[in-house]
């Protein structure tokens, strides 16, 4: 299951590539194509557009670092017997059952994808759920959000 949870990210990410270059690549036409402050000294579209082009690229760069981990992860050992950099792991709400599965990895939190009948969301180390889940074993218990989680799986 882990190699196609990768597997769905790295396809994931490779769009995301993709549609972030095209959309780079015409926000800086129309930045060029912009009046100037020396055309219209009101008109702030060429600055504008242009501080659009550098978030992309920065999203863009993002994508392509979450990218290159992913397919290095692919090869790589996995962590064992607790959620470390790597991991895929499901934790389950003790008091209504429902099961959440993540994937712990360096960049690219925030994304989601369906493998098997099941939603895996990336996280990053920095988000709060990642923060109290590394290190954690099958059967430990953390809360978060004002609810109790055990951890079920580890991969």
């Given at each position: ?43 702030t ?7 659009l ?9 993002l ?16 962590p ?6 790597g ?15 993540f ?31 590394i290190?954690?074993?099958v ?17």
């Amino acid at each position: 299951m882990k190699n196609s949870v990768l597997s769905a990210f790295s396809d994931l990410f490779s769009e995301k590539i993709q549609s972030l270059t095209l959309i780079l690549e015409d926000t800086r036409k129309r930045a060029q194509a912009a009046p100037g402050s020396n055309v219209s000294h009101s008109d702030t579209s060429k600055f504008n557009i242009s501080n659009l082009a550098v978030g992309i690229e920065a999203q863009l760069n993002l994508a392509r670092e979450a990218l290159v981990y992913l397919r290095t992860l692919r090869h790589s050992d996995s962590p064992g017997g607790m959620v470390a950099i790597g991991s895929l792991f499901t934790i389950v709400d003790i008091k209504n059952g429902k099961k959440l599965n993540f994937v712990l990895l360096i960049k690219g939190g925030g994304e989601k994808v369906q493998v098997c009948d099941a939603e895996i969301i990336s996280i990053t180390p920095g988000a709060p759920i990642a923060r109290i889940s590394i290190s954690k074993k099958v059967g430990d218990e953390l809360n978060f959000n004002g609810r109790v989680y055990r951890v079920i799986e580890i991969t």
